[in-house]
């Protein structure tokens, strides 16, 4: 069964330093997500992608993070200057359509901030 | 916020049906019922998902009452690996702008021996 597949498992970085998470999503979806979830809490949503605009994003998803679609096949998300509170795991998704197709969820990339 | 409300844990004894009640009174006629779990700190699983008639799929059944204003997920034989905190998303919406899936704090099912 196709799935969404998520590197690195888990990064950490230095407070201050770029990170770029990655994700393949499921290969013929159109639409793609960011999740966050800080330890004990709810999984957020950050950011939706489409035809390779952002196409709704939400308050924590300021101008320190950026998405990318550089091919065909890779889903990217960027932290410019991370900070402690960056510290969650995060999880990309991808669906083939809205609404009525489900999303479906990597097993995500664990962020820790030093 | 979750336009649902879910009790915040169930017990189950494994072998026996577990059956998730979830309240969404506010939905509306065009949003979806989804239904994902987590198990530990995994990525959340897709497990079913409905509109206004009842689905059944490999992992579970959902029941959605006539009024759509709640739900139930049903898992038929409950193993000890379903243990894990199950969601109840209502999704979609008029023009589908929004698609984000909203997280509450779902259901924690432990599951027993």
């Known amino acids: 069964e196709p799935e969404v597949t998520q590197t690195p498992s888990h990064q950490v970085t230095q407070m201050g330093q770029e990170v770029i998470l990655r994700c393949v999503p499921i290969?013929?979806?159109?639409?793609f997500y960011w999740y966050r979830q800080i330890l004990g809490q709810k999984v957020e949503f950050l950011v939706s992608?489409?035809?390779?605009?952002?196409?709704?994003k939400s308050e924590i998803f300021d101008d320190q993070f950026s998405v990318e679609r550089p091919d065909g096949s890779n889903f990217t998300l960027k932290i410019r200057s991370t900070k402690l509170e960056d510290s969650a795991m995060y999880f990309c998704a991808s669906s083939g359509r809205l609404g009525n197709q489900p999303q479906h969820f990597g097993d995500g990339t664990r962020l820790s901030i030093l | 916020d979750a336009k649902t409300t879910q009790p915040p844990s169930m017990d189950c004894a494994e072998g026996r049906a577990a059956n998730l009640p979830c309240n969404h009174s506010?939905?509306?006629?065009?949003?979806?019922v989804y239904w994902y779990r987590q198990i530990h700190s995994q990525g959340p699983q897709y497990i079913i998902h409905?509109?206004?008639n009842n689905e059944t799929n490999e992992m579970a059944s959902l029941i959605i009452t006539e009024d759509r204003k709640s739900s139930t997920l049903i898992l038929p034989h409950a193993t000890l690996r379903d243990t894990a905190v199950y969601y109840c998303i209502v999704r979609g919406g008029d023009n589908f702008n929004t698609d984000k899936l909203i997280f509450g704090t779902g259901t924690r099912l432990q599951v027993f021996p």
């Open positions: 506010t939905i509306s006629g065009n949003e979806y």
């Open positions: 409905g509109l206004k």
């Open positions: 992608f489409y035809n390779n605009e952002i196409s709704e």
């Open positions: 290969s013929n979806h159109l639409y």
